[in-house]
């Protein structure tokens, strides 16, 4: 019998165009939170490369990130 196996989607965040409404910290707050010093929204434990940030998620994690995707008003957050 196989192994389950356990995918991982890339989720990435466009940051400079953040309003901070604070939204995806609801949806997901174990991968978002509100900078406290410029009000824009942070992907915990992501890394930035080019002004994006970008982190890999495991599949159990992939559906309060997909709405936290669908809520955002700037359209920053995507799931690849
Ligand atoms: S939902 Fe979008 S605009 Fe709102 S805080 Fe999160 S990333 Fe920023």
């Known amino acids: 019998m196989g192994e389950t196996l356990v995918g991982m989607v890339k989720l990435v ?3 400079v165009k953040c309003i901070g ?3 995806c910290c609801e949806h997901a707050p174990e ?4 900078n406290p010093e410029d009000g824009k929204a942070e ?3 992501s890394v930035e ?3 994006v940030w ?3 998620i495991s599949d159990f994690d992939v559906a309060e990130n ?3 995707a669908k809520d955002c008003p700037v359209n920053i957050i995507k799931l690849q």
């Open 13 to 15: 965040h466009y940051r």
């Open 21 to 23: 409404c604070n939204s």
């Open 31 to 34: 991968h978002w939170r509100i």
């Open 43 to 45: 992907l915990i434990g």
């Open 49 to 51: 490369k080019n002004g």
């Open 54 to 56: 970008i982190k890999e």
């Open 66 to 68: 997909e709405e936290a």
